[in-house]
Nanobody
Framework: QVHLVESGGDLVQPGGSLRLSCAASGFMISTYSMRWYRQAPEKERELVATITAGGSTNYADSVKGRFTISRDNAKNTVSLQMSSLKPEDTAVYYC????????WGQGTQVTVSS
């Protein structure tokens, strides 16, 4: 059975850092592009960061220079290192695996507030 499980969400003060992790089971992520999306209340889900199977990365303009996506195919995990967090980064963050199939996790809440 396929699962993507996110972890690491928390309440953090503006300017702080968090590291989100996504653990995959039931399939190997090595041939998948892995993405992090986020969805804030009453807003559309938006793509935050992508890392391809070959290791190329891409980021939304709003997080460039602050967020870093990485993958560990041996551990079947993908991470999102977030720094210089802002209140507008508050959202539920979702892990997504895309190849000829498309898998989603359940999300982890990130709240940036003083």
């Amino acid at each position: 059975q396929v699962h993507l499980v996110e972890s690491g969400g928390d309440l953090v003060q503006p300017g702080g850092s968090l590291r989100l992790s996504c653990a995959a089971s039931g399939f190997m992520i090595s041939t998948y592009s892995m993405r992090w999306y986020r969805q804030a209340p009453e807003k559309e889900r938006e793509l935050v960061a992508t890392i391809t199977a070959g290791g190329s990365t891409n980021y939304a303009d709003s997080v460039k220079g602050r967020f870093t996506i990485s993958r560990d195919n041996a551990k079947n995990t993908v991470s999102l290192q977030m720094s210089s967090l802002k209140p507008e980064d508050t959202a539920v963050y979702y892990c997504n695996a895309v190849s000829w199939l498309n898998y989603w996790g359940q999300g982890t809440q990130v709240t940036v507030s003083s």
